[in-house]
T-cell receptor, first 116, second 115 residues
Framework: AQKITQTQPGMFVQEKEAVTLDCTYD???????LFWYKQPSSGEMIFLIY??????QNATEGRYSLNFQKARKSANLVISASQLGDSAMYFC?????????????FGKGTKLTVNP | ETGVTQTPRHLVMGMTNKKSLKCEQH?????MYWYKQSAKKPLELMFV???????ENNSVPSRFSPECPNSSHLFLHLHTLQPEDSALYLC??????????????FGPGTRLTVT
């Protein structure tokens, strides 16, 4: 079974509007971390935001916020005021393991296109 | 240079060639990683090194051979590859691989084409 599911292969948004990229995850570990990365066409994976399973508040980093719904096992990325430079692939990832783990498991990604 | 660098950025090789990919991190991190990113597939972890010791080999074929001479450098030696090995190979590093919130920093990748 997939640990990370991103159901939107592609998304389109108008410049200056907000967009939500979906991510659901599967784990039986009560302690886990969730990450979002951005990959522009240049190839480099850029860390955007982190949410810990015990964090009481949703994570925010500038225009990025994470809509964390623990009971639903979802960790959707919200990008506010989209910019043309936001066009890229976006990957959701999770680290889980009771004893700590060096593995990040990635979803298949969502391609975001911001239209002018 | 800062961050994580990878060379070469692009590589075309025949199935009988031997080549190496290089990764260097300037962040003082303890762990380094190799990932493979094929078209339309999730990022796949290949190898993990923690303090120069290999701690993860994700069932990678022996035609891929990693080397970590120190905590700043990581190599991936390639020999007798197959066309299906064509992919983007990403290197990453992280400061505290055992911490749940440990964030990995990625290099720009090497685009490998096997002919």
């Amino acid at each position: 079974a997939q640990k990370i599911t991103q159901t939107q292969p592609g998304m389109f948004v108008q410049e200056k509007e907000a967009v939500t990229l979906d991510c659901t995850y599967d784990t039986s570990d009560p302690s886990y971390g969730l990450f979002w990365y951005k990959q522009p066409s240049s190839g480099e994976m850029i860390f955007l935001i982190y949410q810990g399973s015990y964090d009481q508040q949703n994570a925010t980093e500038g225009r990025y916020s994470l809509n964390f719904q623990k009971a639903r096992k979802s960790a959707n990325l919200v990008i506010s005021a989209s910019q043309l430079g936001d066009s890229a692939m976006y990957f959701c990832a999770m680290r889980d393991h009771p004893g700590g783990s060096e593995k990040l498991v990635f979803g298949k990604g969502t391609k975001l296109t911001v239209n002018p | 240079e800062t961050g994580v660098t990878q060379t070469p950025r692009h590589l075309v090789m025949g199935m009988t060639n031997k080549k190496s990919l290089k990764c260097e991190q300037h962040l003082g991190h303890n762990a380094m990683y190799w990932y493979k990113q094929s078209a339309k597939k999730p990022l796949e972890l290949m190898f993990v090194y923690n303090f120069k010791e290999q701690t993860e080999n994700n069932s990678v074929p022996s035609r891929f051979s990693p080397e970590c001479p120190n905590s700043s450098h990581l190599f991936l030696h390639l020999h007798t590859l197959q066309p299906e090995d064509s992919a983007l190979y990403l290197c990453a590093s992280s400061p505290h691989p055992r911490d749940r919130e440990d964030e990995q920093y990625f290099g720009p990748g090497t685009r490998l084409t096997v002919t």
